[in-house]
C-alpha cells in the first residue's frame, strides 16, 4: 500500500472543501472519502484504489433516517446497511430494500457498510482486482481480460467491447425499484439526481461509473412515499446461500387491483452492468390479469435484450426464472394480505 495523507472531516462542506483543496483534486481518482472502508480499504490493500488523500467521514452528521413532508423516507450517507435493514419503516413500508440488504455480504460487513459506501460498490470481477491482468476500469486503455477470459459472474445488460463488468451491490437493485434520488454536495453546492439516471453504462470510458465529479459527496438517499397496497419483494440466486453476490436477482414492487397489475416496477441485480430497470417487462405486465401467464409473459420480456459472454448464458435463463418466481411471490403475499 503505497502512503497517503488522512485527514477527518466535521460537516459535509468540509470534507468537500478538503479533497477539493488537494494537490491532486483535479486528478480526481486520487481523493478518496472514507465510511465503513468494506470496499475501499480491501481495494487499497490490493493495490487497485491508490489515493493519496483518504478524507475520513465518520463523524459527519448524516446517519439518521428520518420522514420526509411527502411520505418518503430520508437515509443519511452514513447510515449502516444493519441499522436500515432493521429500521422499523423499512421492513414495514420497503421491505424490499430490507430484505435485498440482508442479502448481501455478512452481519459484520453490514454492520459498518453503509449507504453511502453501497452505492458506489466496485464490481468483483476478479480481474479488475488483480494488478497484474488487462482491465480498462482499473487502467484505461489496458484493456479486457473478461471478455477473452472467465466472465461467468460477469454483465448479460449493458455490456460494451471495453468492459462487461456486472454491479455487485443487492442495495442498489432495491433503490432502482424504489425510485429513490440520490442528494449529492460538491463544491459548486448540492444537487439531486434519480437513481435511473446515477449509474453510467461503461462504454468506452469503464472506469466512469457514476455522475459524480471528483470531490462530489453523496450526502442522503431518499425514497419516495411507497405506493398504497402494493407489495414488494427481493430474490437474490447465487452460488451459495450466504455470504455471496448475486448471479441474478430481482426486485419488485407490484400493486394488484381487482385481479389485475395497476402498477408494477422491476429491477434486476448481477445481471447489468447498472442496476438494471426491467421496463419492458413492465409494461407488459401493466393491465394484465395476475397470472402465472403473465409472470411468465414479463420474466421473458426482461431477458429479452441479454447479450451473453462465453460463461454466462445460463444468466438469461436464471435471471428469467428469478422474475417470475419474485412476481409469483408478491403476487401470493397481495393475496393472502
Ligand atoms: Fe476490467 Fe470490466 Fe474487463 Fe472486468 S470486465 S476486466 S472490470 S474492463
Redesign the pocket.
Known sequence: MQNFTFTRAGSAEQAVRLAAASPTAQQGAQVRFIAGGTTLTDLMKLGVEHPSQVVDINRLPLMDVTDTAEGGLRIGALVRNSDLAWHPRVTSEYPVLSQALLSGASAQLRNMATTGGNLLQR?R?M??RDNL??????EPGSG????EGT?RN?AVFGTSE????SNPSDMNVALTTLQAQIHIQGSTGERTVPISDFFLL?GNT?HVETVLNPGDLITAVTLPAPVKNAHSAYLKLRDRASYEFALASAAIVLKIEDGRVADVRISLGGVGTKPWRATEAEQVLLGRPATAASWQLAAEAAVRDAKPQSENGFKVELAKRCVAHCLTTVALTAQTA
Open positions: 464490481t470481477c480481474y479488475f491482468s488487462a482491465c480498462n476500469k482499473r479486457c481480460a473478461a471478455i466472465n460477469l471495453h468492459c462487461i463488468a461503461p469503464p
